[in-house]
């Protein structure tokens, strides 16, 4: 399988997820956008030694996946390109910051050693609240929640077109792909003679695509505006559900519920 | 080059955003203006392609390692720098929606990085000067045509790779995220961005050749007769001149970087005492955040950042509130598996009442 049918089989996963039936899958998209925001805004916002304090938000997501029947392993498939990054950032962190903040017994910890464990918890954190919206909304319908957040027509009708044009050209790719390495055995990738002309190719054909589509478009009606979705309601669940979650960030944001819970084991 | 979520504070990330709307809005405006519906979907199939052949392998002779190709010298060569950098914003959207390839909150960091430069500074400070000069005489017609689109590529995607891999060091320095001076960080980035971007710009070249040798039509930027240029042209190859000097000059500053760290942080920042919303200020004339947002970033990342630092350090008390940290983030752990259990024991149990 090469790198073009992976990232289709990996939409196609998205699209699957986003079409179950759940509480979470049939609220709003605008609250689901919204909380998701929020929620990384207030993940970012934790200081570089405040291991403790972002440990508690690890809850919201748990939560919203064990509500929404969403199975995590295929989040963590997607952590192979969040972490590489984030651990070449953050592994430099020890060698620079060797003071010691804590001691456990024997075990001295500097402070490098927990700034890098906060950036990779980040990390995690930030990437299972944007899977988890992906994966409980509909694009279509997230698009037309956009659209009511004032973000340009133009804007979100291009992001929908290309959507649409993503997974037919990524598969004409993968096909090309294919039958080039059958043509050329043992070869790993394309040889410098076909760097031009393999997308060269495409990119011409797709232009006179792009010409056959404005004029289908054009056929069905189409004139400078673009029918989304229906748009689901903000109904009473949205505004619980973005109040409850809006209120457990900024209550977790301010109150070191991590430290106020052991000092009432420890004690 | 995707930054993730985690590498940014949420005020660089705002400025950021900010940025970049307003980038996008001027674009949208302009494009209104044309008033060119047809080229929605020209943009569409073209972001499209560009996602696509992103996962290409390009193999680099005489190496074993295979090189990638970058959108947005591509689409603004193709589609105009407005159009084109819309189109980055899409394809960007795409890849962090669905493939987790950069994050929601640094999506306007991004942005900035990748499409910004790439599509704006890359066209008009390099592709259109170097396209519409009188570089290449001797070469004939076609032949000088040919070796400007490759030195345009090049020279771009090269300097906007440079710029993008500032930027991302920059933006991370800023929010506070590594202990990594900003220079050692510098000397890691710039020179491995000079490689992949000499690469990059070379695959460029070779599809915009191709391009030109079957539809130059499709190339934006181009001079509309070649014979007819008027002589003040001249001046267009003496700014295609300067810029491929600015291109090597930075290209000897990266390598530069890398032996003497010290001495390029001494060189752009004055001294290291010298705070970064200082550093920001510099950054900003360059590169046109606004003022305002920058001081403020600089600002709130100080209280986020450098609070916790002196309010920790080497203070026993810290310790002592650390290990009830400890012990509390076991128990949200604890709390933790005790939602996955009732998540699951719930589930099972409706899968049970269907069956019967």
Same mark, same amino acid.
């Given at each position: ?6 990232? /289709? ?19 709003? !998209?605008?609250?689901? &956008? ?19 304090? &972002? ?23 997607? /952590? ?6 984030? +651990? ?17 017994? !024997? ?13 990779? +918890?980040?990390? /995690? ?20 929640? +956009?659209?009511?957040?004032?973000? !340009? ?31 050329? !055995? ?12 393999? /997308? ?17 478009? &054009? ?46 084991? +420890?004690? | ?221 181009? $001079? ?34 890398? $032996? ?30 606004? $003022? ?65």
């Amino acid at each position: 399988m090469n790198k073009m049918q992976k990232a /289709l089989r990996e939409l196609a996963e998205m699209d699957e997820l986003a079409a179950q039936n759940s509480i979470i899958h049939r609220l709003c !998209p605008t609250a689901k &956008l919204l909380a998701t925001v929020l929620y990384i805004a207030v993940v970012l916002s934790f200081g570089k030694y405040q291991l403790s304090g &972002l440990a508690v938000l690890l809850l919201w997501p748990v939560l919203l996946f064990q509500l929404s029947g969403i199975p995590v392993h295929i989040c963590f498939y997607k /952590l192979r390109i969040v972490l590489p990054l984030v +651990l070449a950032v953050g592994l430099f962190n020890p060698f620079f910051d060797r003071a010691i903040l804590l001691r456990l017994g !024997p075990l001295a910890v500097s402070g490098g050693f927990i700034s890098m464990l906060t950036l990779m +918890l980040k990390g /995690l954190l930030c990437l299972m609240a944007s899977f988890l919206l992906m994966a409980t909304t509909n694009f279509d319908s997230l698009c037309a929640s +956009l659209r009511k957040l004032h973000i !340009p027509g133009m804007l979100v009708t291009l992001l929908l077109l290309t959507y649409r044009y993503v997974g037919v050209m990524t598969e004409e790719l993968a096909v090309m792909t294919e039958a080039y390495s059958l043509r050329a !055995p043992g070869q790993k990738g394309l040889q410098v003679s076909a760097w031009g002309s393999f /997308l060269g190719q495409l990119l011409l054909r797709s232009m006179d695509r792009a010409q056959e589509l404005y004029a289908s478009m &054009l056929l069905r009606g189409y004139h400078e505006h673009f029918h989304y979705a229906p748009m689901k309601p903000f109904g009473p669940g949205d505004v619980v559900y973005l109040a409850l979650s809006a209120l457990f960030f900024l209550v977790l944001r301010f109150v070191p519920a991590a430290q106020l819970l052991g000092n009432l084991l +420890l004690r | 080059m995707h930054m993730a979520d985690a590498l940014l504070a949420p005020t660089v990330a705002a400025a950021m955003y900010v940025a970049s709307g307003t980038a996008a809005g001027v674009s949208i405006h302009k494009l209104r203006k044309e008033d060119a519906p047809q080229k929605l979907p020209v943009m569409a199939v073209s972001a499209a392609l560009v996602f696509a052949g992103q996962m290409i392998n390009y193999t680099i002779p005489g190496t074993g390692s295979s090189g990638h190709m970058c959108g947005g010298m591509l689409l603004s060569a193709l589609l105009g720098p407005q159009a084109g950098f819309l189109s980055m914003i899409v394809i960007l959207t795409i890849q962090c929606l669905f493939f987790a390839d950069g994050g929601l909150m640094a999506l306007g960091a991004n942005i900035w990085n990748m499409a910004f430069y790439g599509c704006f500074v890359g066209y008009y400070l390099l592709w259109r000067p170097i396209l519409r000069s009188r570089l290449f005489k001797g070469l004939g017609v076609k032949g000088a045509q040919r070796s400007r689109i490759i030195l345009a590529s090049v020279a771009g995607c090269v300097l906007t790779l440079q710029l993008g891999a500032f930027s991302v060091v920059l933006e991370t320095s800023l929010s506070g995220i590594t202990d990594l001076p900003l220079g050692a960080f510098c000397a890691l980035m710039q020179p491995i961005h000079l490689a992949i971007g000499l690469i990059e710009g070379l695959i460029t070249a070779a599809v915009l050749l191709f391009v030109y040798e079957s539809r130059p039509e499709l190339l934006s930027g181009l $001079s509309p007769a070649e014979d007819s240029l008027p002589a003040k042209r001249s001046l267009k190859a003496t700014v295609a001149i300067l810029a491929v000097l600015v291109l090597m000059v930075g290209g000897g500053l990266s390598l530069l970087a890398s $032996s003497n760290p010290d001495g390029l942080e001494w060189a752009l920042f004055g001294n290291a005492d010298a705070g970064y919303s200082e550093n920001m200020g510099l950054d900003e004339e360059n590169f046109g955040v606004s $003022s305002a947002a920058a001081e403020k970033a600089g600002a709130v990342q100080e209280v986020t950042s450098f609070l916790p630092d002196y309010a920790f350090q080497g203070s026993d008390s810290a310790a002592g509130t650390s290990v009830s940290g400890i012990v509390g983030s076991a128990m949200v752990a604890g709390a933790a598996v005790l939602i996955c259990l009732a998540g699951g024991f719930f589930r099972r149990r409706k899968a049970n009442s269907h069956k019967h």
